[in-house]
């Protein structure tokens, strides 16, 4: 959440806030597929700064599904370009395109009969390496089927990319340059 530095009567650096370079996306959805059975897709993205560095990725998915209507319930995956039959991929992005970063998580599964609730997951893939950067967008696609007739399917993920730990540690000597920086030239 922060960190300090002094040295004694010449100066006193405090960086508060929370000091994570790390892009992430946590997401969640819930479907009641009312009808007959159904797809859905789901795209999540947000800018980010990560540099031409080596990178580490990883991605889970976990939640519940519930059959409505006692003839069981399934989840299937429907994304068309998933290598492991899984229904959530990270991908990022540059200028120039998507890259996907191969931590696609989820897999299909069935339940029930008889009516209820039944835990789904938890699916990881990761830590892993990642490819090299730069990049401007992290993104999570979210893809799967349902069985219809009132099934519900609850699930939440979380996806990250970290940069090498050389940049964290550049960041953090930026910081403190500019502190000192900053306290030298009030003198």
């Known amino acids: 959440t922060g960190f300090s530095i002094s040295s004694a009567g010449e100066y006193d650096i405090g960086v508060s806030g ?24 789901f ?25 409505s209507n006692n003839n069981g319930v399934t989840i299937t995956p429907n994304l068309a370009d998933s290598d492991l039959d899984t229904f959530s991929e990270l991908a990022v992005a ?13 897999l299909a599964q069935s339940a029930g009969p008889p009516s209820g609730a039944y835990s789904y ?29 009132g099934d519900i399917a609850s699930l939440t993920g979380f996806a990250q990319i970290v940069p090498e730990p050389g940049s964290v540690v550049l960041f953090v ?11 030298r030239r009030r003198r």
Request: net charge negative.
């Open 173 to 183: 000597m930026g910081l403190l340059g500019l502190g000192l920086f900053a306290h």
């Open 18 to 41: 929370m000091l994570d370079p790390d892009p992430q996306i946590s997401w969640g959805v819930t479907v009641t597929d009312f009808g007959a059975p159904s797809n859905f897709n």
């Open 43 to 67: 795209l999540f993205n947000t800018p980010i700064a990560v540099g031409p560095g080596p990178t580490t990725v990883n991605a889970s998915v976990s939640g519940g599904i519930t059959d």
């Open 94 to 106: 540059t200028l120039d395109g998507a890259t996907n970063m191969g931590v696609d998580v989820g």
């Open 121 to 149: 997951g938890a699916y990881g893939a990761g830590p892993q390496p990642g490819p090299a950067g730069p990049f401007s967008t992290l993104s999570v696609t979210v893809g799967f089927g349902l069985s219809g007739g």
